[in-house]
């Protein structure tokens, strides 16, 4: 039988795939409290279906994405205020022009199968559905402190954009056909990161 990947709105029943795939993806010594609960998986449920996203390889839970809707004007912020602390009620726009992705996370053992990557694709895919002008996310560049003492942060985006240097995330998202847009300072605690999240950028063609 041939193997398959199966992208479907997740739903509260989904809650114990959800937290497999988050506890496999993000294991100690990540904190057990950054995990997604009951009540932010219902909040994604009813404030935006389209982009609760789970991931079925062979009909067992593979990864999970997540994303809202915002009108997008370049503004600084941080994960946290777009993400609305993971609840994404507070900050979700009905009527937005952009979709943006908080979160995607697969398990261990499924990695290297095509799994983000189909992930992105079905997130493409909403954003020509809806008519969006773009989708954008918050791009972590974990590999920038090894050359914090060397390079910029902007000289490292470039480094990595020309394909000069590799980056875990970014390099990965850029394989994705998304560019980077803009670099957000304090983005996120992340050490790995300097705290600098880099929005990445894929456009409608269809528009």
Known sequence: MKDT????????????????IQKEAFPPPFPEELWW????IQAHVNTFPKGAMLAEWN??????????????????HTWEEVADN???????DPKGD??????????????GRGIA??????????????GLKRYIAGCRIPDYHK????????????NVKTGKLHDLVLSFMIRQGLQPLQIMPDYLEDDESLNYGV?????????
């Open 147 to 158: 050359w914090k003492d060397e390079l910029t942060v902007e000289e490292y985006v470039d």
């Open 86 to 92: 993971g609840f994404i009620i507070g900050s979700h």
């Open 59 to 76: 009909g067992e839970p593979a990864g999970s994405a997540t994303s809202l809707l915002i009108t997008f004007d370049g503004s600084s």
């Open 199 to 207: 929005i990445v950028e894929w456009k409608n063609p269809t528009l």
């Open 5 to 20: 990947i199966h992208i479907r709105q997740y739903e509260i029943k989904d809650f114990e795939k959800l937290l497999t």
């Open 98 to 111: 952009t979709l943006y992705g908080i979160d995607v996370c697969v398990r261990p053992k499924f990695r």
């Open 117 to 130: 990557g189909a992930l992105y694709q079905a997130r493409k895919k909403l954003v020509m559905e809806l």
């Open 37 to 40: 609960s009951k009540e932010q």
